[in-house]
């Protein structure tokens, strides 16, 4: 009897090795062709111009690990990435990558554990349940997007937090009903506890955990008395009460999101009840069906409470509740709850300013996973021949991945897709401009943005990027005007403020573009380039005090700029303080070896009568640029200054 037990486990032990070499394998293969694909939408401000990133020395002093309300694991994740590769967007999608397989580990383990609250007549069918749960999961073309936007990472760590607390619930509920291994089990709710609390710091989806641990206690649960268990319920929602009430002290508000201000302009009615429809028509559809992915879904608010949209997927939604209740798996009721109690922190009574984004499916669609599985191997008990059918799914899931990977190889190619299935949405046409205008294609840019502001009239952004195409021809005025329409519009954003005071300066205007450079800087006084610019506008009206002191900002910003330590140098040369004029140009070419420098420097030396001092310069410039006439007529000056003696 030993030795069988014995073989017995180093079957299972071979088996699990297999599975996540399998698991792994295919993850790789399918999300090798991702590991290019530029920054897209929301990176720009949540990784690349996200300044509490930029330093991971500096993290805890900037946000504070124990700042979860502003997601602040998440950040940490970004961070780390920055620290050690910059803006190289191979380190970010690595992480998410390995993150996806690591969801995909766990959620195999985690299946092994679950099927133990199946009936006993289940138990040979869904043998092999982990695996394909798992293999659906990963190969699933709807995560792509939570894989590859890399902003979407909190989708996918929040999951896998989710899923490892989880199973480590469970391994602590286990360990307690066996009273055995004392120290494993304290050591499985410390390590479960700190894994729900790092899920808090990445995404609030995590906030159902509890509800979901309650479920599978009752559901695993022989007696289900409810007086023996409303004490575990208790105790296993104190997590979830310490959290809502720290939210509701920070925060103030439990039901709104503090940067999301759409949060307070939509009716919460509406909102919920096109959520119904979201989650029938869109996400359930999509998860099943992973055709046609989009990654702008329009799907706009329903007319009102007696539409019939809502409505009918009202009725689909019970009907399918009802199918599902009168099957004989516990696990698959389990599944369907856990998907609908999953998607409700974004599809409920909380508005979000997207009604559909495909990467809210990625935790729900673990449990739709665990369903289909549960299926397909029902069904192959009754038929051979669902086996096959289960890998030619695989297959297709995994080439529909591929294919839908190859949209994301460019901020372009990603847009182009979402206008063909979102033609009438106004927000996908502009970020196409705004893809195009990266890439200098101005025409396209120019025809996108007018597309924008045809279907959105009374939306800014069309009127900034227009504005931007104005700057880059050099037509200051029309640039102006399309700015100042923004913020007319209300785009109170630093970056139309600066770009409005930025135009007035070219139009030679530096007191009217004073205030707007200052109110850039009062919203994001992070940008080097916002403080530069003011420095420049207060040099020109001869404030050099205010203006060294904007351009010391930049330079403490960003150390190495260059044109502001130059500017430095030449207020210095303004007030006649040569030696000190002299000393910041050689600081500014020691930052970077430009012509314009070292013509600074020759006509500071030559103003100091140190006319030897100045022909290197001179000789370096002529060199580099043999055209430069004014360089070439300075340099004959000087040589023929040294040669006369001095008296």
Same mark, same amino acid.
């Given at each position: 009897m030993e030795?069988?037990?014995?073989?017995?486990?180093?079957?299972?032990?071979?088996?699990?090795?297999?599975?996540?070499?399998?698991?792994?394998?295919?993850?790789?293969?399918?999300?090798?062709?991702?590991?290019?694909?530029?920054?897209?939408?929301?990176?720009?401000h949540a990784i690349e111009d996200n300044p509490y990133i930029k330093n991971l020395s500096q993290f805890q002093q900037l946000v504070g690990v124990q700042n979860i309300f502003n997601r602040s694991i998440l950040l940490l994740t970004f961070s780390v990435n920055n620290d050690l590769g910059q803006l190289d967007v191979f380190g970010y999608h690595l992480i998410n990558i390995m993150l996806h397989l690591c969801v995909g580990i766990i959620l195999y383990f985690l299946t092994m554990e679950l099927v133990r609250i199946e009936e006993s007549s289940f138990a040979k069918i869904f043998q092999r349940l982990p695996i394909v749960v798992s293999l659906i999961h990963i190969f699933n073309p709807i995560n792509i997007g939570s894989i590859t936007y890399l902003s979407s990472r909190s989708s996918v760590l929040a999951t896998f937090f989710y899923l490892?607390?989880?199973?480590?619930?469970?391994?602590?509920?286990?360990?307690?009903?066996?009273? &055995?291994? +004392?120290?494993?089990? *304290? =050591?499985?709710?410390? #390590?479960?506890?700190?894994?729900?609390?790092?899920? !808090?710091? @990445?995404?609030?989806?995590?906030?159902?955990?509890?509800?979901?641990?309650?479920?599978?206690?009752?559901?695993?649960?022989?007696?289900?008395?409810?007086?023996?268990?409303?004490?575990?319920?208790?105790?296993?929602?104190?997590p979830l009460i310490i959290y809502l009430l720290y939210r509701y002290i920070d925060m103030g508000n439990l039901f709104v999101i503090k940067n999301d201000p759409y949060s307070h302009m939509i009716d919460r009615e509406l909102y919920l009840v096109t959520q119904i429809k979201a989650i029938i028509s869109y996400y359930l559809v999509k998860i099943l069906f992973p055709i046609n992915l989009n990654f702008?879904?329009?799907?706009?608010?329903?007319?009102?409470?007696?539409?019939?949209?809502?409505?009918?997927?009202?009725?689909?939604?019970?009907?399918?509740?009802?199918? &599902?209740? +009168?099957?004989?798996? *516990? =696990?698959?009721?389990? #599944?369907?709850?856990?998907?609908?109690?999953?998607? !409700?922190? @974004?599809?409920?009574?909380?508005?979000?300013?997207?009604?559909?984004?495909?990467?809210?499916?990625?935790?729900?669609?673990?449990?739709?996973?665990?369903?289909?599985g549960i299926f397909f191997l029902r069904a192959a008990s009754i038929n051979r021949l669902m086996h096959p059918v289960l890998i030619l799914v695989l297959v297709f899931y995994g080439l529909l991945t591929i294919k839908r990977s190859l949209d994301y190889r460019s901020e372009i190619s990603i847009w182009?897709?979402?206008?063909?299935?979102?033609?009438?949405?106004?927000?996908?046409?502009?970020?196409?401009?705004?893809?195009?205008?990266?890439?200098?294609?101005?025409?396209?840019?120019?025809?996108?943005?007018?597309?924008?502001?045809?279907?959105?009239?009374?939306?800014?952004?069309?009127?900034?990027?227009l504005g931007h195409i104005h700057s880059r021809n050099q037509e200051w005025d029309k640039a102006k005007l399309k700015y100042d329409l923004a913020l007319k519009l209300g785009a109170n954003r630093s970056q139309v403020f600066f770009h409005s005071g930025l135009m007035r300066l070219k139009l030679k205007k530096p007191e009217e573009a004073i205030p707007f450079l200052l109110e850039a800087i009062k919203i994001k006084n992070h940008r080097a380039i916002y403080h530069h610019e003011l420095g420049n506008a207060f040099r020109v009206i001869k404030q050099y005090d205010s203006a060294l002191k904007s351009y010391r900002k930049a330079l403490k910003l960003e150390p190495n700029h260059v044109e502001a330590q130059n500017n430095i140098a030449v207020i210095f040369w303004k007030l006649n303080a040569l030696d000190k004029a002299e000393m910041?140009?050689?600081?500014?070419?020691?930052?970077?070896?430009?012509?314009?420098?070292?013509?600074?420097?020759?006509?500071?030396?030559?103003?100091?009568?140190?006319?030897?001092?100045?022909?290197?310069?001179?000789?370096?410039?002529?060199?580099?640029?043999?055209?430069?006439?004014?360089a070439r007529s300075l340099l004959h000056v000087v040589e023929i200054i040294q040669k006369i003696p001095s008296r």
């Open positions: 030795n069988t037990d014995l073989t017995i486990k180093n079957y299972n032990y071979s088996e699990k090795i297999k599975a996540l070499v399998l698991i792994c394998f295919c993850g790789v293969i399918l999300f090798f062709a991702t590991i290019h694909s530029p920054f897209l939408y929301d990176d720009a490892s607390s989880f199973y480590l619930f469970i391994r602590f509920v286990n360990y307690k009903e066996k009273k &055995i291994n +004392k120290w494993g089990n *304290i =050591l499985c709710l410390v #390590a479960g506890l700190l894994l729900f609390y790092l899920g !808090l710091g @990445t995404k609030e989806i995590i906030v159902t955990l509890p509800i979901i641990a309650i479920l599978y206690l009752w559901v695993q649960s022989s007696t289900k008395r409810l007086r023996t268990f409303i004490p575990e319920l208790l105790v296993i929602m104190v702008e879904p329009d799907m706009r608010l329903v007319s009102g409470i007696l539409d019939w949209e809502w409505m009918a997927c009202l009725i689909i939604g019970v009907c399918l509740a009802i199918c &599902i209740f +009168k099957q004989k798996s *516990i =696990l698959l009721k389990y #599944a369907f709850a856990w998907a609908l109690i999953t998607i !409700l922190p @974004t599809s409920s009574i909380i508005p979000l300013k997207q009604i559909v984004t495909e990467h809210r499916s990625y935790l729900p669609g673990v449990a739709i996973s665990m369903g289909l182009e897709d979402t206008i063909k299935k979102s033609p009438y949405k106004s927000l996908a046409h502009n970020n196409l401009g705004t893809a195009y205008l990266s890439k200098d294609q101005l025409k396209k840019a120019r025809n996108s943005f007018g597309a924008a502001s045809a279907l959105s009239p009374s939306s800014p952004d069309p009127y900034i990027n910041e140009f050689k600081k500014a070419l020691v930052m970077e070896d430009k012509n314009t420098i070292h013509k600074n420097l020759a006509n500071v030396y030559i103003a100091k009568k140190q006319f030897s001092m100045a022909i290197p310069h001179l000789k370096t410039v002529i060199e580099r640029n043999p055209n430069d006439s004014r």
